[in-house]
């Protein structure tokens, strides 16, 4: 028997507002390919997508591109498969960001997050390929704003749009 989605899934969104989603995604996996194709060439004005600005952290792009994966299959037909694999990723990414937040608060910086990049860090500088605290609290709220739009009832529906107004 397949799993059931929710009334609300099946009746969800208008197509300018799918086609809407759907090219706010497609802009920010864009963005994030981007930034990680800068990182791989070595393209500081990709990295910090225009001149002067601090480096997007391959973390970050990486997060981009899952998000928007998930924000898509968000805006497809009902299907169960969509509904589920869009609220693992996201509460993956959830995971990501709460953990690379809680280490970047406490000074700690993980090589994970730019696997096979090489990043030099001056030191006494601002770590530079590392996710930053601001960058992973926005994704939490993110992630809940996502999480709350699932919901069948209007309270988490305003709360989901709320965060993502914010």
Not at 4 to 9: I, S
Not at 102 to 119: K, R, T
Not at 129 to 144: E, Q, Y
Request: net charge positive; aromatic share 8%; proline share 10%.
């Amino acid at each position: 028997m397949a799993a059931e989605l929710p009334d609300k899934e099946k009746n969800r969104d208008s197509p300018p507002l799918k086609t809407l989603i759907r090219t706010c995604a497609a802009f920010v996996a864009l963005t994030g390919g981007l930034t990680l194709f800068g990182w791989i060439i070595g393209a500081p004005l990709l990295l910090s997508l225009g001149s002067g600005n601090v480096p997007v952290a391959p973390s970050t792009a990486m997060l981009f591109m899952l998000y928007a994966a998930a924000l898509y299959l968000r805006s497809n037909p009902p299907l169960p498969w969509a509904y589920w694999a869009g609220r693992i990723i996201v509460s993956a990414g959830t995971a990501v960001a709460l953990l690379l937040l809680i280490l970047s608060l406490q000074g700690i910086y993980l090589d994970a997050e730019h696997p096979g990049l090489p990043i030099i860090n001056p030191a006494g500088e601002i770590p530079i390929g590392h996710m930053s605290p601001a960058t992973a609290l926005l994704f939490l709220l993110a992630s809940c704003s996502f999480l709350s739009s699932y919901a069948n009832r209007p309270r988490p529906a305003r709360v989901a749009g709320l965060l993502a107004g914010l």
